[in-house]
């Protein structure tokens, strides 16, 4: 079965400073793996996907998460945080020849000026 | 385009009242399903369905019921609501059933209380 975790419920920084948000999963076969964004009394949006293609992968605003197959990661990075990005970010997997997605619980980022 | 559309956006009803969850799409998806988000659970699987006339359970298909008779529509029943089902309900869809590698699109969710 598969699942993922995201290490740490609510991560803060600064405007300016590196974002890094954390999900390991755990799959039987290759997975597909992606990061949603969720910003209050909204629906998910997705950020960027990773199918097997280039291992480092690159999103909407500013996002990246590279696949490290040999740790079983799939960490979500932005160099430059911006107060706009103050949102909750949900890791999913899911693999082929299923259309279920499992989510992890999902980490709030909270960005100071 | 309107994506995927969840009807109604607020709801609060009394224990043992029944509602129905509506949902549609305007995308042709294959692929529809129905999660429940609660704080610090991430979002957990209902139901979905992979095309007209199929269906099958989740994670927590407990109190809930659906069918699907369209490809648009995929509603969610709550038989006979509890407290336990206060949350906020996602209907998403995607392409591609079976693939895993194509994103779901998600609604702008149904928040639900239950006294």
């Known amino acids: 079965a598969q699942s993922v975790t995201q290490l740490g419920s609510h991560v803060s920084v600064s405007e300016g400073a590196l974002v890094l948000l954390r999900c390991n999963y755990s799959?039987?076969?290759?997975?597909?793996l992606f990061w949603y964004v969720q910003y209050p009394n909204q629906g998910l949006q997705l950020l960027l996907k990773?199918?097997?293609?280039?291992?480092l992968v690159k999103g909407i605003n500013g996002f990246e998460a590279e696949f490290k197959k040999s740790e079983t990661s799939f960490h979500l990075t932005k160099p430059s945080a911006h107060m706009s990005d103050a949102a909750e970010y949900f890791c999913?997997?899911?693999?082929?020849?299923?259309?279920?997605?499992?989510f992890g619980k999902g980490t709030m980022l909270l960005v100071s000026p | 385009n309107a994506g995927v559309t969840q009807t109604p956006k607020f709801q609060v009803l009394k224990t043992g009242q029944s509602m129905t969850l509506q949902c549609a799409q305007d995308?042709?998806?294959?692929?529809m399903s129905w999660y429940r988000q609660d704080p610090g659970m991430g979002l957990r699987l209902i139901h979905y369905?992979?095309?007209?006339?199929?269906?099958d359970q989740g994670e927590v298909p407990n109190g809930y019921n659906v069918s699907r008779s369209t490809t648009e529509d995929f509603p969610l029943r709550l038989l006979s609501a509890a407290p336990s089902q206060t949350s906020v309900y996602f209907c998403?869809?995607?392409?591609?059933?079976?693939?895993?590698?194509?994103?779901?699109?998600f609604g702008d969710g149904t928040r639900l209380s239950i006294l």
């Open positions: 995308m042709n998806h294959e692929y």
């Open positions: 998403a869809s995607s392409s591609g059933v079976g693939m895993g590698n194509q994103p779901q699109h």
């Open positions: 799959s039987s076969v290759p997975p597909y």
């Open positions: 990773y199918t097997s293609a280039a291992t």
């Open positions: 369905s992979v095309g007209a006339g199929i269906t």
């Open positions: 999913a997997v899911s693999e082929a020849g299923y259309s279920t997605l499992t």
